[in-house]
């Protein structure tokens, strides 16, 4: 109930490509869907967040949609370029109190690779 | 503004050792969590203190434990070391540890050999 399930696993996109990764979680408690960036040799970056009451929220060429309904959200990444190549994580956390304190879920990561 | 620093970058140890691995949170943050980053397993939740108390802990076993000090810096601790917690250790700093705000380190990479 606590998983987050991250697919594809890993995504090439050419430069200038849409690169879209998807997120399905279990637990209907989970009420903000964060997605994090990580670099080699970095800890995870807050990318882009959304709240299950909106079903799209758009940050520059980041995109997430969310379906409540099917229990799902997604990352676009428009115009992806060279620099996008990282990893990705969408993660999920429960209304502050209590066994949510500081605890994200994550999903299990996407490595994304952009050709230039 | 300095980011949350975590010392030290890397660490190699020998099985049934112990380690303490140290996390500076941002400032006026009072929340820190701690995360164990695997190929395997991912991204793992151990455990949050907030204000000197533990609030929240993972399914990890006993020899992971942690504290934090009145300036909100923190440590975890891992004794008895076997080969499988070799992995990157993340803290997260916050505000108030709630939904939104956290901020990573760059972590630990605890090798056990």
């Known amino acids: 109930q606590q998983q987050v399930k991250q697919s594809p696993q890993s995504l090439i996109v050419q430069k200038g490509g849409i690169s879209i990764i998807n997120c399905a979680y279990e637990?209907?408690?989970?009420?903000?869907f964060p997605w994090y960036q990580q670099f080699p040799g970095k800890g995870p970056a807050l990318l882009i967040a959304?709240?299950?009451?909106?079903s799209e929220k758009k940050e520059g060429r980041f995109t997430i949609s969310f379906n409540k309904s099917a229990k799902q959200f997604s990352l676009h990444i428009m115009d992806s370029q060279p620099g996008d190549s990282a990893t990705y994580f969408c993660?999920?956390?429960?209304?502050?109190?209590?066994?949510?304190?500081?605890?994200?879920?994550f999903g299990q990561g996407t490595i994304l690779t952009v050709h230039p | 503004k300095a980011g949350v620093t975590q010392t030290p970058r890397y660490l190699i140890k020998t099985r049934g050792q112990q380690v303490t691995l140290s996390c500076s949170p941002i400032?006026?943050?009072?929340?820190v969590s701690w995360y164990q980053q695997t190929p395997g397993q991912g991204l793992q939740f151990l455990f949050e203190?907030?204000?000197?108390?533990?609030?929240n802990k993972g399914n990890f076993p006993g020899r992971f434990s942690g504290r934090q000090f009145s300036n909100s810096r923190s440590e975890m601790n891992v004794s008895t070391l076997e080969l499988g917690d070799s992995a990157l250790y993340l803290c997260?700093?916050?505000?108030?540890?709630?939904?939104?705000?956290?901020?990573f380190g760059s972590g630990t990479r605890l090798t056990v050999v």
């Open positions: 997260a700093s916050s505000y108030l540890g709630q939904q939104n705000g956290y901020t």
């Open positions: 637990n209907t408690a989970f009420d903000y």
């Open positions: 959304i709240r299950p009451d909106v």
């Open positions: 993660a999920a956390i429960m209304p502050g109190g209590g066994t949510s304190y500081g605890k994200l879920t």
């Open positions: 400032s006026g943050h009072r929340s």
């Open positions: 203190y907030f204000s000197e108390t533990q609030r």
